[in-house]
């Protein structure tokens, strides 16, 4: 674990210090259901066997030391993903590739926004959520009124929206793994906010990433940050409730199998995750819940004094540092 903070007095240091060892003592009991590995079984075994269908095409971009695609995979159902697909010109044989999913209502940006990894020699995967950006969504929700994502099919677990969400990012994967230029062992999956969530929840799906590295992340000991949130997707998930307090039961027992604290065990590759002590979104003490279960080798990026928000230069910095060390 590493703290990232300036010159404060001594009694603020045994402040940040005691709360530290209460996350970090903090191992929350599980909520899976009975069939949740049954579940999560059977939809990757669905997924398997699915055309992936993807397609290329290439943008004239205004950087030209970079070749930048347009690229469109499918999903968990037939929805067309959009993504970039993104190598500088001058790239050999065998890349190692990063695959980005973005935050929640967000978007993959422009490609320049990935310059720092291509000039590297990293490829890139950025992805357009389901939905969001300029991915559409071709699926039917049952419950659908609030106009926003997290509560698209929270009443039955087969049609929820987190769960095509989850099965896209591992297509990405297999995307990567089809091209001849990408070494399949050398992938990494990166994400802040809702996109720190899927890569979790990805890398607990498939053994294949080397690399997760999860910022601030979502879908985090659900049960707790609905308490402890003040802002963010959640709150839609308790005005459904307040609609329909009929459903209570039923919305808690969906979340479970979407909830990173009952898929982390499942994580294998090395993990390193970002917190800020006063984040109002996606609140410390759940994403150390989760983070205290993974079994994998793994890091944690403190900062006491941020909140939802890793933008931190010194932050970005150490971010290239550990993919390059790591990667």
Known sequence: ??????????????????????????????????????????????????????????????IKQVRAFDLTYHGFDETPIQAYYIVSKQHQEKLPCLIFFHGYAGHKNSVSHYMKWLIQGYAVIAVDCRGQGRTGDYSKYSSDEMGTWVTKGILDKDEYYYRKVYVDGVRAIDFA????????????????????????????????????????????????????????????????????????????????????????????CKTRISVGLLDLICPPMPTYGVYNRILAPKSMEVYPFSGHDMGIIEHIDKTIQYVNEHL
């Not at 903090?26 to 992936?52: C, N, S, V």
């Not at 793994?177 to 802040?192: F, L, N, Q, T, Y």
């Not at 899927?198 to 985090?220: E, F, G």
């Not at 949130?229 to 209570?248: C, M, N, Q, Y």
Request: proline share 5%; glycine share 6%.
């Open 177 to 268: 793994c089809s091209r001849p230029e990408i070494d399949p062992k050398r992938i990494a999956i990166m994400g802040a906010s809702m996109g720190g969530g899927i890569t979790l929840a990805v890398a607990a799906l498939d053994d294949r990433p080397k690399l997760a590295v999860a910022d601030v992340p979502n879908m985090c000991d659900i049960g707790l940050a609905m308490k402890q949130k003040f802002d963010g997707s959640l709150t839609i998930v308790e005005k459904f409730l307040h609609r329909h307090p009929e459903a209570i039961e039923q919305v808690y027992s969906t979340l479970t199998y979407f909830d990173n604290l009952n898929l982390c065990g499942n994580i294998t």
């Open 1 to 62: 674990m590493k703290i990232y903070y300036k010159e404060v007095d001594n009694s603020m240091m045994r402040h940040i210090e005691e709360k530290l060892k209460h996350l970090e003592a903090y191992i929350p009991e599980l909520t899976k259901q009975e069939d949740h590995d049954i579940f999560w079984k059977r939809t990757m075994e669905e997924a398997k066997g699915k055309a992936l269908n993807a397609s290329l095409h290439e943008l004239d971009y205004p």
